[in-house]
Structure formats: structure tokens, C-alpha cells
């Protein structure tokens, strides 16, 4: 069993920074890949960036390339997501989740791979 704890979202005004992190509990955290969702009230939950076991690998969606960077410490057991330049539309519910199985970037955005995942962290951007 692993335990996902996100922390690091907040308000901020458009144009701003923030640093989300998940820290994880359970010995094998180093072995899995790590994947960052967020998701709006009434919408579906939606992919934003996953990592690979070593962080040799990332994966982004389009509207958060060049702005978002999703990294990794094994030692720390924690994943991390810096955001910047933030949008207004960059406002939702951040998660992070686990997923046991090897990288496989045709599936690391579909939210049914992950087995497990943190309780949320509330991101907001003002215009």
C-alpha cells in the first residue's frame, strides 16, 4: 500500500509560481511512475504531466509544455510539479498518483493506470 500527501497549492496571482509536492510513503516509491491530474468541479479529471521511475522520462499535455516541469527525488520519496507563468485556466484540484507498472507512454495519461492517489491540493490562479 503507498500513501500519496500533496502539499504547495495556494493562490496566485496569473504570471505566478508555485511548487506542488507529493511525498510517498512505502519502500518501492523509486519503482513506480509518477503522474500529476487536476480536475475542475463538473469536469473530468485531466492528465497534466507524469515521470518515469528514474526521471530519465517525462511526459507533459500540450497546454502545460514550457511552463510546467514535473522532477523527482527518490531519496525524499517525493515528486514534484513546478508550475510558472500560471493561468487563470490553471485553476483546479491538483493530484498526484502512482502507477506500479514500467513506463508506457501510450497509457501514463489515462487516469485508470494508477493505482494509487494523494487527496488533492487546491491550486488557484486570479486573473
Known amino acids: 500500500q503507498v500513501q500519496l500527501v500533496e502539499s504547495g497549492g495556494g493562490l496566485v496571482q496569473a504570471g505566478g509560481s508555485l511548487r506542488l509536492s507529493c511525498t510517498a510513503s512505502?519502500?518501492?516509491?523509486?519503482?513506480?511512475?509518477m503522474g500529476w491530474f487536476r480536475q475542475v468541479q463538473g469536469k473530468e479529471r485531466e492528465f497534466v504531466a507524469a515521470?518515469?521511475?528514474?526521471?530519465?522520462?517525462?511526459y507533459y499535455v500540450d497546454s502545460v509544455k514550457g511552463r510546467f516541469t514535473v522532477s523527482r527525488d527518490n531519496a525524499k520519496n517525493t515528486v514534484y510539479l513546478q508550475m510558472n507563468s500560471l493561468k487563470p485556466e490553471d485553476t483546479a484540484v491538483y493530484y498526484c498518483?502512482?502507477?506500479?507498472?514500467?513506463?508506457?507512454?501510450?497509457?501514463?495519461?489515462?487516469?485508470?493506470?494508477?493505482?494509487?492517489w494523494g487527496q488533492g491540493t487546491q491550486v488557484t490562479v486570479s486573473a
Open positions: 498518483a502512482a502507477d506500479q507498472r514500467s513506463w508506457n507512454s501510450d497509457v501514463v495519461p489515462n487516469s485508470y493506470e494508477y493505482d494509487y
Open positions: 512505502g519502500r518501492t516509491f523509486s519503482r513506480y511512475t
Open positions: 515521470i518515469s521511475w528514474s526521471g530519465s522520462i517525462t
